[in-house]
């Protein structure tokens, strides 16, 4: 079966290109698989991609390369529409609302189309209207999949299928560290701000415990500088970005996730599958998503003194150290439905079951 994943771009530093990847190389196993990048801006993607699945862009826009047509969204549009009419598949699966209305509108009917969905969709009307052409809508959280349903209200299929993890076996946490680790872009929603303000209250009270934050991006400034003011520069550790987060939380005994939204996941993951406990809040599309109270991570409810209530729920973790290693246990457990073979089968058997629907 040739199947195309469609991505804005398959460069970036981001969970759901981490996730696509992933799932690309199980599938590539059986299948003949290619990742569609729309854009092309980097020489190599950050996250290292199968031998066996074939990577190709619509719009090359690395500096330095010419172009025939001016640069721009139109002309994007326009070599998208192209490369989708031309488009050989027996499956395409989008993973953004405005590619999956571009996949509805121009992509072959004679293949199979899903569109794969986190969040919630930013403008609801050419959803509406465009996607009761494709054959399938696949939610990666239960939560997701109950609002694509009432948002389709029956005019497409809407299943649930989690995101991949990478291949095991994953790397394991000794839980023997004094670390706390935290990864994914330092972008606003993250809220690290709250993890740093919490974390100042655990470097005073054990010193010996070290926070390391993994990953980049435009908050970068702003927390350092905070780190700074709160005199945290011997106990928080910037540590960059790295492509593979879960080898980093394999040394940490604790990752924090104080993100005002989980929708992509794959921190919580990928942080799970290496044995260790998730504390976050307790937030509307949270980490609740994936982390079961007091089975494999911790869930502490945001509002009034929930820094100071993170704190205490954290400082509670360090010192429990036969509690720490009995969420790790239910942490595995839990990312277990994640692994890339179980997560690729629901793949195959929806692809198949809208096959036979067309």
């Known amino acids: 079966m040739r199947i195309c994943l469609l991505v804005p771009s398959a460069y970036g530093m981001r969970g759901d290109v981490r996730s696509v990847i992933n799932l690309a190389g199980e599938l590539a196993r059986r299948h003949e698989v290619e990742i569609l990048s729309v854009r092309r801006h980097k020489e190599r993607p950050f996250f290292p991609v199968e031998t066996a699945v074939k990577l190709s862009w619509v719009v090359d826009a690395r500096p330095g390369v010419r172009h025939l047509l001016p640069r721009g969204q139109i002309r994007t549009e326009v070599a998208l529409w192209r490369r989708l009419r031309a488009l050989r598949a027996d499956a395409l699966i989008t993973t953004r609302p405005g590619l999956g209305v571009q ?3 121009h992509a072959p009917r004679d293949m199979v189309r899903i569109a794969r969905e986190w969040g919630r969709p930013p403008v609801p009307g050419p959803i509406k209207k465009f996607y009761p052409r494709l054959d399938a809508v696949a939610a990666a959280t239960e939560t997701g999949r109950q609002e694509w349903e009432r948002l389709m209200d029956g005019g497409v299929k809407v299943s649930l299928i989690p995101d991949a993890l990478p291949p095991a076996p994953w790397p394991r946490s ?10 994914g872009r330092l972008v606003p929603v993250k809220a690290c701000d709250r993890l740093i303000r919490a974390f100042a209250v655990i470097a005073d009270k054990r010193p010996d415990w070290r926070l390391r934050l993994y ?25 960059g970005t790295t492509p593979d987060l879960a080898g980093e939380f394999a040394k940490a005994s604790i990752v924090a996730v104080t993100s005002r939204t989980e929708v992509l996941g794959m921190t919580v993951i990928e942080a799970m599958a290496s044995g260790v406990p998730v504390i976050g809040f307790d937030s509307s599309r949270g980490p609740g998503e994936f982390v079961t109270h ?13 820094i100071e209530a993170y704190a205490a729920a954290l400082l509670a973790l ?23 073979p179980v997560v690729a089968e629901k793949w195959e058997e929806l692809i198949t079951a809208a096959s036979r629907r067309a």
């Open 103 to 105: 996949a509805a509108r």
């Open 174 to 183: 000794r839980m023997d560290n004094r670390i706390i680790a935290a990864g």
């Open 215 to 239: 990953g980049g991006g435009p908050e970068e400034k702003r927390l350092r500088a905070l780190v700074r003011e709160l005199s945290l520069h011997n106990h928080v550790y910037f540590m």
């Open 294 to 306: 007091g089975r494999s991570g911790v869930l502490v409810p945001e509002g009034d003194d929930e």
């Open 318 to 340: 360090i010192d429990d150290e036969r509690r720490r290693r009995t969420l790790a246990a239910g942490a595995l457990g839990a990312a277990a439905v994640h692994e890339a």
